[in-house]
T-cell receptor, first 111, second 113 residues
Framework: QKEVEQNSGPLSVPEGAIASLNCTYS??????FFWYRQYSGKSPELIMF????GDKEDGRFTAQLNKASQYVSLLIRDSQPSDSATYLC???????????FGAGTTVTVRA | EPEVTQTPSHQVTQMGQEVILRCVPI?????FYWYRQILGQKVEFLVS????????KSEIFDDQFSVERPDGSNFTLKIRSTKLEDSAMYFC???????????FGPGTRLLVL
């Protein structure tokens, strides 16, 4: 059973600030890492994925992966009130593609 | 943009009744999944389906659950005899053959009374 741990938050940041979200995972064989955003009562929506160690940037979002430390993070730059949501970290392994999710970190961006 | 669709959006049923949740995955996708999320809890994997058979299932997916792809477009989850603890959001997801990203449908909120 893959364990995925996230700080539950809530994380409150002022508009325009950087929100930093962290995630650790237990299975060293995990290959792919995903960040989903989930608004209350809605389904997970993919923000970005990362497979290789290092940083990956997509607009205001940057994912960072460190496989040696079994750690993946998400930075949200220039946070907007519309970024207020729960952010889910998910991982899958080499031989299976089921996603194991963390409990999510709730982010509130204060206007 | 192609998307996963699910019906119904909400379903209320009595304990012991059978329910069928329906999903239409993205048309060229080959892998299909069901997840559930009990209110306030994490998203949990139920089952994956490929080439008309179950490829993996979780401990949650017991004999009361079944999945089927009755035609070329629909993917269904059946719960034979619902229990109170089956109340949750049920998400269908699909992915293409060459990519690992799963795309989620809007979910069906199931309430068992």
């Amino acid at each position: 059973q893959k364990e995925v741990e996230q700080n539950s938050g809530p994380l409150s940041v002022p508009e325009g600030a950087i929100a930093s979200l962290n995630c650790t995972y237990s299975d060293r064989g995990s290959q792919s890492f995903f960040w989903y955003r989930q608004y209350s009562g809605k389904s997970p929506e993919l923000i970005m994925f990362i497979y290789s160690n290092g940083d990956k940037e997509d607009g205001r979002f940057t994912a960072q992966l460190n496989k040696a430390s079994q750690y993946v993070s998400l930075l949200i730059r220039d946070s907007q009130p519309s970024d207020s949501a729960t952010y889910l970290c998910a991982v899958n392994g080499e031989d299976d593609y089921k996603l194991s999710f963390g409990a999510g970190t709730t982010v509130t961006v204060r206007a | 943009e192609p998307e996963v669709t699910q019906t119904p959006s909400h379903q209320v049923t009595q304990m012991g009744q059978e329910v069928i949740l329906r999903c239409v995955p993205i048309s060229n996708h080959l892998y299909f999944y069901w997840y559930r999320q009990i209110l306030g809890q994490k998203v949990e994997f139920l089952v994956s389906f490929y080439n008309n058979e179950i490829s993996e299932k979780s401990e949650i997916f017991d004999d009361q659950f079944s999945v089927e792809r009755p035609d070329g477009s629909n993917f269904t989850l059946k719960i034979r005899s619902t229990k109170l603890e089956d109340s949750a959001m049920y998400f269908c997801a699909s992915r293409g053959g060459q990519e690992e990203t799963q795309y989620f449908g809007p979910g069906t909120r199931l309430l068992v009374l």
